[in-house]
């Protein structure tokens, strides 16, 4: 198992960063709030999962230990794969998540695409004794997950395939972008900030379920 990546962050995108380590490029996935933390040409350190199928290797990365195992965790969940445990940590930082499960609020779980209510409640029966306590996560700085503003055309299309690619559907993506977009005097908004305006919708989107 990968635990951890250390090296140059050599690329961003709005799902995953590319990090150099020993000469070779990683691509890791992440959450946006994860990717918000980093710069390219700087030195990053994430915690990491590998998960293995039969026709990839799909490397996620993390801001904290915390958020990893948090990841593995949910995972133990039947019905529950990578790709709804990221959005999970992309909807719920860890301390909320890690609540949400010991409290059984199910509502809160739900705002993450791919759980129901039938999913949330099996969340909860199944990891309400193992999540541990409260307050245990580090939580990255807000920030962009693209290095720099997009121009309006581009940005609209990579937010939607974004929050397409979390889980949503192509209509709830593209009502939030719609919605984030609104207000064009918005500094954010006019320079096409991708990493900030994906955290409003996900946010907005969160509001709505």
Do not use: C, Y
């Not at 198992?1 to 960063?17: K, P, Q, W």
């Not at 974004?162 to 320079?191: M, N, Y």
Request: aromatic letters at 2%; a neutral charge; proline letters at 4%.
């Amino acid at each position: 198992m990968i635990a951890s990546v250390r090296g140059v962050v050599l690329g961003l995108t709005l799902d995953h960063a590319v990090i150099e380590v020993g000469g070779v490029g990683l691509a890791v996935r992440a959450t946006p709030n994860t990717l918000a933390g980093l710069h390219r040409g700087d030195q990053a350190r994430l915690a990491t999962s590998l998960v293995v199928r039969e026709d990839s290797l799909t490397l996620f990365g993390f801001a904290s230990d915390d958020a990893r195992d948090l990841f593995e965790l949910v995972q133990s969940v039947s019905g529950v794969g990578p790709k709804i445990a990221l959005a999970l940590l992309a909807v719920l930082d860890p301390d909320d998540l890690r609540r949400a499960l010991a409290s059984g609020d199910t509502n809160a779980l739900t705002r993450a695409p791919g759980i129901g209510k039938k999913g949330a409640e099996r969340l909860v029966l199944e990891l309400r004794d193992k999540v541990g306590a409260v307050g245990a996560s580090a939580v990255g700085p807000v920030g962009t997950a693209t290095g720099g503003p997009v121009a309006a055309s581009a940005w609209r299309a990579q937010l939607v395939d974004a929050l397409v690619g979390l889980g949503f559907t192509a209509k709830q993506a593209e009502d939030a972008t719609a919605s984030v977009a609104s207000d064009p005097d918005d500094p954010i908004v006019a320079r096409g900030e991708v990493g900030v305006l994906l955290r409003r919708a996900l946010s907005l989107l969160g509001r709505s379920r």
